[in-house]
């Protein structure tokens, strides 16, 4: 069992940043992916950026790539999610999600959110125009 607790979320300005946190506790060694999704009103749940925890390989969607950057601290176990430029369209409920069952998965398949087993209960991110 892997439990996480994001953080950081707020209101900001468009143009402004927000860092979010996401500190997983429990079975800690179990996840080998770790990722960031979000779900704006009314929308199907998106990935936006994920890391491979051993290596760190990152991907990213394409509407957050050059402004959003996933990274890990293995020493806190905390994965986090730098937000900069942010855009009216940012604004969403974010959720961080672990991996844990097989490290092989399509590369296509990273930020599909059925490939996650374990969720935050999410943080909220609000950016006025």
């Known amino acids: 069992q892997v439990q996480l607790v994001e953080s950081g979320g707020g209101s900001v300005q468009a143009g402004g940043s927000l860092r979010l946190s996401c500190a997983a506790s429990?079975?800690?060694?179990?996840?080998?992916?770790m990722g960031w999704f979000r779900q704006a009103p009314g929308k199907e749940r998106e990935g936006v950026a994920t890391?491979?925890?051993?290596?760190?390989?990152?991907r990213y969607a394409d509407s957050v790539k050059g402004r959003f950057t996933i990274s890990q601290d293995n020493a806190e176990k905390t994965v986090y999610l730098q937000m900069n430029s942010l855009k009216p369209e940012d604004t969403a409920m974010y959720y961080c999600?672990?991996?844990?069952?097989?490290?092989?998965?399509?590369?296509?398949?990273?930020?599909?959110?059925?490939?996650?087993?374990?969720w935050g209960q999410g943080t909220q991110v609000t950016v006025s125009s």
């Open positions: 429990g079975d800690t060694y179990s996840p080998n992916y």
């Open positions: 890391i491979y925890i051993v290596g760190s390989s990152r």
């Open positions: 999600a672990a991996r844990t069952r097989g490290e092989w998965i399509l590369t296509s398949r990273l930020l599909n959110s059925d490939e996650y087993d374990y």
